[in-house]
């Protein structure tokens, strides 16, 4: 029977994104990434190019605070140890890039000073060559400071900063602008705040390649259709040519380690370990089926899972 | 669906008046309002009835098998993205107890699936369907397992593509009215007929290409068989991902009959199959068998199916109003939270789990979690102000007092001043209220 496969083809494309620099271009980085660059659907390669594939970013948290119980006996002892976890992202579970949460910042947390926090950067920064992203702890006047220091010490690096919101980006977009990083732009699962989110960084001077969108991934369970049609609709307005939405999407999915679903022990759901793994692999594999380009994770044998998948689906068959 | 002008043309144009409007013009218009049924008016030719009837159809075939009272339903979709309205027939999973495995172990597997539900945010999830497949084991075995799987009322799917053993395992669960799984090229006219004898809807499966698995689904459809599944050929997630989207999308965008059914995916057990269930279920398939579900697979796959067929208009939500939990009287402490299906469900597991009796005390926010209601404007002194007093919370408990949610402390000062209750701040996450409840209670 004569039938003719059914193909979009539409007027924009997402922009490539280049994440951390090398010798060459500056930076002390062992290779840089590139995201986005996809002119379609994710993974519809019947119809579209799909330049590069999604990317596994690998999340180091400066305190085991935020790190469930479960997550911090099956991952190892280092998780207190962020140098020697980020050690690990890069050796053993080959991570695309890092994510460094400077969490502990936080005064009302552990109120660490941003000489201890910057400092840890550039233990982490010398021990790793994978290109880094690096987060504030969401105090908006701490992070002032903390990401001016870390800007300075990761000059040239060409780190992506986070994580620009509404009513508190000027500081952390000057920050990103002064030593040539890239920012990444939050907003709440909503596509017109994305939207704005990304005009007001344009508007105040940032250049649209170095602006990264995370519209928050909800986990599994906890909302994950909010952010995976909203992922979709993203996707869908930058192809249909919509230039402030055309950058990269990154979905945080290690917010599935604080799903009550994966922390209850029940024997009727299973083992614990195993039903978190595949929690949080199955909230990656929602963003990037969404048309995220990069995901945060967190557990290696998730990433280890994910990868698997990725493969496939970009290989034959 | 045709418009007014389109029916018209084909209707008897007599305007004599039976279907009750004045007009054949009149009655076309309501027609293509879907506000009558053609069956109005006695003139209509058979051949109009078949060119409406086709052209009326919903893109994508509705499509039901197992037990009359709780059949799995599978199809009848409208869109690609659920954002556009919603996805309607939640993916069926289900089991397959193979014969190469033996009788009893196909049994016992068929009943561990059947066991396999649980309840999250108010909702059943549960292993759906069971398969009997027939492959290295004994043909006796297969026939036997039908029968069993017949007694479990849950929908069933016989898998063989031999003709003359489908034909006899139908037979032995005919009340069941299973899925026969499958008519390839190699066997088409011999299960075709199996299919159309006994009424059961039909995989098509086997076929190289997209075409030709069209061509199937027609030839099936010409041969009198009107329930059609299809199963595109592919073993990647790529693939899958691909062929799911072409079918569905050919379906609705371009109404190609051909294509217009639910889709399968037969999976096996590896790591590299739970994804692939998982995509299934994000991308158009209406069945996923699998060799296994365990449970700690099978509770994160149902949970993903849940959110992406929930409609996005329509947050899963419970009722407003005054929740017992446990049995609680006049010196049991009132908390409050918000009538999200998910805030709800969690609130009230976290309590129960203190065993001390409580009034839950449920806000409308139109199944808003805690903060985004607040953040919205749907959570303020004045709807909970005017909630404690309908429900008569001050009659119930005598404490004068209420627990929030700790995420909310900003609304304690008004709320107070409103109820004149003393207003207790409690733990940011419910999973923090049985230490508090205890040291409440004490
Ligand atoms: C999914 C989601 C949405 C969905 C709605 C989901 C729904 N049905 O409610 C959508 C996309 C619609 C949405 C919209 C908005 N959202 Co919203 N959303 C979320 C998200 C990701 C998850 C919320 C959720 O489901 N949580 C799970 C439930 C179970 O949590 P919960 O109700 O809070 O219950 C917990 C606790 O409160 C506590 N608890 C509950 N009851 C009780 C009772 C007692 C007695 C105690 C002690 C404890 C307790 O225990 C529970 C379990 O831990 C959160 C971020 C996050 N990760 O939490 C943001 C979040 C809640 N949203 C936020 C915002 C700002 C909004 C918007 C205003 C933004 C916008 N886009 O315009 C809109 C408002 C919508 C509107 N205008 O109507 C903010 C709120 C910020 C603030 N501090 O006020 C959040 C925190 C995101 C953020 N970090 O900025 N959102
Ligand atoms: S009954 Fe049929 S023929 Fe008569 S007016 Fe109605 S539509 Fe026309």
């Not at chain 1, 479960?70 to 991570?95: H, I």
């Not at chain 1, 799903?259 to 692999?281: H, S």
């Not at chain 2, 069993?148 to 069941?176: F, H, N, R, W």
Request: charge should be neutral; charged fraction near 25%; include cysteine.
């Amino acid at each position: 029977m004569d039938f003719d496969v059914p193909k979009e083809r539409f007027a924009g494309k997402i922009r490539e994104v280049v994440i951390g620099a090398t010798k060459e271009k500056g930076g002390t980085r062992g290779s840089s990434i590139v995201v986005g660059g996809s002119d379609g659907f994710p993974f519809h390669r019947f119809e579209s190019q799909m330049p590069h594939m999604p990317v596994v970013v690998m999340d180091v948290v400066d305190t085991p605070r935020l790190v469930p119980e479960t997550l911090l006996g099956s991952m190892g002892s280092f998780v207190k140890e962020p140098v020697e976890w980020a050690k690990k992202c890069e050796n053993e579970w080959k991570a695309d890039a890092l994510l460094l949460r400077l969490a502990s910042a936080n005064p009302e947390e552990e109120n660490r000073s941003v000489e201890e926090c910057e400092s840890l950067f550039k233990e982490v920064l010398k021990s790793v060559s994978l290109p880094m992203l690096v987060y504030g702890c969401g105090s908006e006047e701490k992070d002032a400071k903390l990401m001016e220091a870390v800007s300075n010490a990761g000059k040239g690096e060409r780190l992506f900063l986070g994580l620009a919101e509404e009513k508190a980006f000027k500081s952390l977009a000057a920050a990103s602008m002064a030593n040539g990083h890239g920012i990444v732009a939050f907003s709440n699962l909503d596509i017109n705040l994305a939207k704005q989110m990304n005009i007001l960084l344009l508007d105040f001077g940032v250049k649209p390649e170095n602006i990264i969108i995370d519209p928050l991934m909800a986990a599994l369970g906890m909302g994950l259709e909010y952010s995976y049609s909203v992922v979709e609709r993203l996707r869908q307005g930058a192809l249909s040519g919509d230039p402030v939405l055309q950058m990269p999407i990154i979905c945080d999915s290690s917010c599935a380690w604080n799903v009550p679903d994966i922390l209850e022990e029940d024997p009727k759901k299973g083992d614990i370990l195993q039903r978190g793994i595949l929690w949080e692999a199955i909230t990656a594999y929602g963003a990037i089926v969404a048309g995220a380009d990069l995901v945060i994770m967190r557990h290696p044998d998730a990433v280890a899972l994910f990868r698997q998948t990725l493969n496939e689906l970009t290989g034959g068959g | 669906m045709p418009t007014a002008m389109e029916i018209y043309k084909l209707l008897p144009r007599k305007n004599c008046g039976e279907c009750k409007f004045p007009t054949c013009l009149a009655f076309a218009m309501q027609l293509a309002n879907q506000k009558v049924a053609l069956e109005a008016c006695p003139y209509v030719t058979p051949e109009a009835k078949a060119i409406l009837e086709e052209s009326g159809a919903p893109p994508v075939k509705l499509v039901t098998f197992g037990w009359s009272g709780s059949p799995a339903k599978i199809g009848d979709e409208t869109q690609l993205f659920r954002h556009d309205k919603t996805f309607y027939h939640p993916t069926v999973l289900g089991v397959i107890a193979d014969d190469s495995e033996g009788l009893e172990k196909m049994k016992a597997k068929m009943q561990d699936a059947k066991a396999t539900y649980y309840e999250r945010v108010g909702q059943i999830i549960r292993v759906d369907s069971v398969a009997v497949r027939h492959s290295k084991g004994s043909p006796e075995d297969f026939i036997e397992g039908a029968k069993y799987a017949s007694t479990l009322i849950v929908p069933v799917v016989l898998m063989t593509e031999d003709p003359k053993l489908m034909s006899e395992a139908a037979g032995a669960c005919a009340q069941a009215r299973p899925l026969l799984y499958r008519a390839t090229q190699e066997n088409f006219d011999a299960m075709v007929q199996v299919a159309k004898a006994s009424g059961f809807p039909l995989v098509v499966g086997g076929a190289d290409d997209m075409g030709k698995l069209a061509e199937l689904a027609d030839k099936a459809k010409k041969a009198g068989v009107s329930d059609i599944v299809l199963e595109p050929k592919g073993s990647s997630a790529g693939r899958m991902l691909e062929q799911m989207t072409i079918i569905r999308r050919a379906a609705i965008k371009k109404k190609f009959r051909p294509l217009g059914y639910p889709t399968i995916a037969v999976l096996g057990s590896s790591k590299e199959d739970k994804m692939k269930a998982a995509l299934g279920v994000m991308k158009y398939c209406s069945v996923v068998l699998m060799d296994q579900m365990p449970p700690e697979f099978v509770y994160p796959l149902m949970t993903l199916r849940q959110n992406i067929f929930t409609d996005p208009q329509v947050p899963i939500q419970v009722k407003a109003g005054l929740y017992s939990v446990g049995e609680p009287g006049p010196k049991s402490p009132v908390l409050l939270t918000t009538n999200f299906s998910l805030t709800y469900f969690t609130v009230r597991a976290d309590i129960e789990k203190s065993k001390i009796p409580v009034w839950l005390l449920v806000v409308n926010t139109d199944g808003q979690s805690v903060m985004t209601a607040f953040a919205a404007g749907k959570l303020t002194p004045e709807s909970v102000a005017a909630l404690i007093e309908s429900e008569k919370v001050k009659e119930k408990s005598t404490r004068n007092e209420i627990v929030i949610p700790g995420m909310i402390t900003r609304m304690s000062g008004k709320l107070n001043e409103l109820t004149d209750m003393k207003v207790v701040v409690g733990p940011r996450e419910s999973s923090g209220l049985p230490k508090m409840l205890k040291s409440i209670a004490a």
